[in-house]
C-alpha cells in the first residue's frame, strides 16, 4: 500500500491519492500533519482537500462507497468538518458539492 502523507494531501498530489485509493486505502483515514503523529488525530483526505481548495480530488473522494463526508479534521481540542472548512475559506463551490453528495450520496 502506498504511503500517502498529509503532506502529498496538501500538496494536491491527485495521482498519489488515485495509487493510494486504488490500493485498498481507507478514504477516511485520518493522516497526521506531523510525520509519526497518529492514532486518533489527524486529517482526512476529504477535509484537506477541502481546506486548499481541490476539486478533483473532492469529487475523487466523493466517488468512493464508504466516504464519512462529516469526518474531517480532529485533534486533542476540538474537530472541524469538510464542509465547515470549505465555508470557512472560501470555497463555496465545494461545499455545494459535499452538500448534494450528503442529500444523495447514490447520485455520485
Request: with cysteine; glycine share 10%; hydrophobic share 40%.
Amino acid at each position: 500500500l502506498h504511503k500517502l502523507t498529509y503532506q502529498d494531501l496538501a500538496d494536491g498530489r491527485l495521482e498519489l491519492v488515485k495509487e493510494y485509493l486504488r490500493e485498498g486505502g481507507d478514504v477516511n483515514r485520518l493522516f497526521p500533519r506531523t510525520a509519526g503523529v497518529g492514532g486518533n488525530f489527524g486529517h482526512t483526505i476529504l477535509y484537506v482537500a477541502c481546506e486548499f481548495g481541490y476539486a478533483s480530488m473532492v469529487d475523487l473522494v466523493l466517488e468512493q462507497s464508504c466516504v464519512d463526508p462529516n469526518k474531517g479534521r480532529i485533534t486533542w481540542k476540538d474537530s472541524e468538518s469538510p464542509v465547515a472548512v470549505a465555508k470557512r475559506v472560501g470555497h463555496e463551490a465545494l461545499v455545494q458539492s459535499i452538500q448534494q453528495y450528503i442529500n444523495n450520496p447514490v447520485a455520485w
